[in-house]
């Protein structure tokens, strides 16, 4: 399994951006998609998840300003990012996670994407 991501950059604070992730290979659902960040000099963080049913899961200090869908085009997930602020600023991956049950073991199987950058100036 592949990950694509795109739509990184440089804004002001106040703006807006929009980070897409297609998945693709031999795979054929994922249950759970999201991503993560890395500010230089922190540890990687969640920032938002969204299960194949829909559910999403938000760290809290991007709760209503980002907003994580399912695109139209399967396996592929989009976050759209509202009003950024400069300590937004970091290095955004996508992460997929696909669950297999099998004799009654669970198996979790992760995936990353590259990093894409996402710079908020002030």
């Known amino acids: 399994v592949q990950l694509q991501a795109s739509g990184g950059g440089l804004v002001q604070a106040g703006g807006s951006l929009r980070l897409s992730c297609a998945a693709s290979g031999s795979i054929f659902s994922l249950d759970l998609m999201g991503w993560y960040r890395q500010a230089p000099g922190k540890q990687r963080e969640l920032v938002a998840n969204?299960?194949?049913?829909?559910?999403?899961n938000y760290t809290d200090s991007v709760k209503g300003r980002f907003t994580i869908s399912r695109g139209n085009a399967r396996n592929t997930v989009i976050l759209q990012m509202n009003s950024l602020k400069p300590e937004d600023t970091a290095v955004y991956y996508c992460?997929?996670?696909?669950?297999?049950?099998?004799?009654?073991?669970?198996?979790?199987?992760?995936?990353w994407g590259q990093g894409t950058l996402v710079t908020v100036s002030s």
């Open positions: 969204i299960t194949s049913g829909g559910t999403t």
């Open positions: 992460n997929a996670v696909r669950v297999v049950v099998s004799s009654g073991v669970r198996y979790e199987y992760d995936y």
